[in-house]
C-alpha cells in the first residue's frame, strides 16, 4: 500500500508557474510514477510519467517545454514544476504510482490548479 498527498495548487494568472509536490509513503524502486490531469468534463489525461528504473521521462504533447517531472528519492517526493501556464491547463492534478511488478497503483487526492486571469 502506498499512501501519495499531493500539494502545491492555486489560482495562478496565464503565463505564471506553479510547483505541485506529491508525498509518497514509500517509493520502491520498482514502481513507475506519473501525474495525471481531469479538467471538468474531460478525460483524465497523463501528463508525465517518470521510468521505476530511473531513466527516461515522457511528457504529453501539450505541456512538452513547459512542464518538467522530477522526483527525490531520499524524500520520497515528486515534483511537477509548471512553467507558461496556459487556461487549458486548468485542472486536477493527482500523482499516481503503479508497480511494474504487480500492476498495482495508488492515487493521491489531487490538487486544484486554476489559471485565469
Known amino acids: 500500500q502506498v499512501q501519495l498527498v499531493e500539494s502545491g495548487g492555486g489560482l495562478v494568472q496565464p503565463g505564471g508557474s506553479l510547483r505541485l509536490t506529491c508525498v509518497a509513503s514509500a517509493l520502491p524502486s520498482w514502481f513507475c510514477m506519473s501525474w495525471y490531469r481531469q479538467g471538468s468534463g474531460k478525460e483524465r489525461e497523463l501528463v508525465a510519467s517518470?521510468?521505476?528504473?530511473?531513466?527516461?521521462?515522457t511528457y504529453a504533447d501539450s505541456v512538452k517545454g513547459r512542464f518538467t517531472a522530477s522526483k527525490d528519492n531520499a524524500k520520497k517526493t515528486l515534483y511537477l514544476h509548471m512553467n507558461s501556464l496556459k487556461p487549458e491547463d486548468t485542472a486536477v492534478y493527482s500523482c499516481?504510482?503503479?508497480?511494474?511488478?504487480?500492476?498495482?497503483?495508488?492515487w493521491g487526492q489531487g490538487t486544484q490548479v486554476t489559471v485565469s486571469s
Open positions: 517518470m521510468s521505476n528504473a530511473g531513466g527516461s521521462t
Open positions: 499516481n504510482a503503479r508497480s511494474v511488478l504487480s500492476g498495482n497503483e495508488y
